[in-house]
């Protein structure tokens, strides 16, 4: 098995006082990674991957940050990629929030029509529902069908012997 390339440059303190620092949160296992490895210089990935429970991968992806970009970097956590930007500027958020308040839309084919020709953007009929139903939290909302059997003379006279309160 390959030995590590580079030294830990903390001290053994160092990273106990960070480890403390940083308890229950994600880096704290970072941390005890580099502490492991400090202790012991004849550990390998593979020993400390498995002492925290971790992959093999995970322990040469946290080393490789380690040791190109250092400790500060190794505490950063963020999202990294996988986010593509939203195809719907704000303004154009905005603009289909007001004609939903105001007039609505009557299907998805009129909201998908209203989304090309007023922000230029082409979404696929399950991309404006999802926009719709998730991001805007609107329920398409239609009336009841009536029949065209429906007597309505007769219907309006049932309501009106219909229970009251």
Request: charged residues 30%; glycine residues 8%; aromatic residues 8%.
């Amino acid at each position: 098995m390959r030995h590590r390339e580079g030294t830990i440059t903390e001290g053994l303190a160092t990273l106990q006082r960070l480890e403390q620092q940083y308890r229950h949160q994600p880096q704290e296992l970072r941390l005890k990674a580099l502490r492991l490895l400090k202790e012991d210089p004849e550990r390998t990935l593979q020993q400390v991957a498995a002492l925290l429970g971790r992959s093999y991968r995970t322990m040469q992806r946290w080393w490789s940050i380690y040791h190109h970009q250092g400790l500060k970097r190794l505490l950063q956590l963020g999202k990294t990629g996988g986010k593509r930007p939203p195809k719907l500027s704000a303004q154009g958020f905005r603009q289909l929030q007001a004609k939903l308040q105001e007039d609505g839309f009557a299907d998805l084919k009129e909201v998908q029509h209203f989304l090309r020709e007023q922000a230029g953007v082409d979404y696929s009929l399950p991309g404006v529902r999802y926009l719709l139903r998730v991001r805007l939290q609107a329920k398409l909302k239609t009336g009841r069908t009536r029949s065209v059997c429906q007597d309505r003379p007769a219907a309006a006279a049932f309501k009106k012997r219909a229970w009251r309160s």
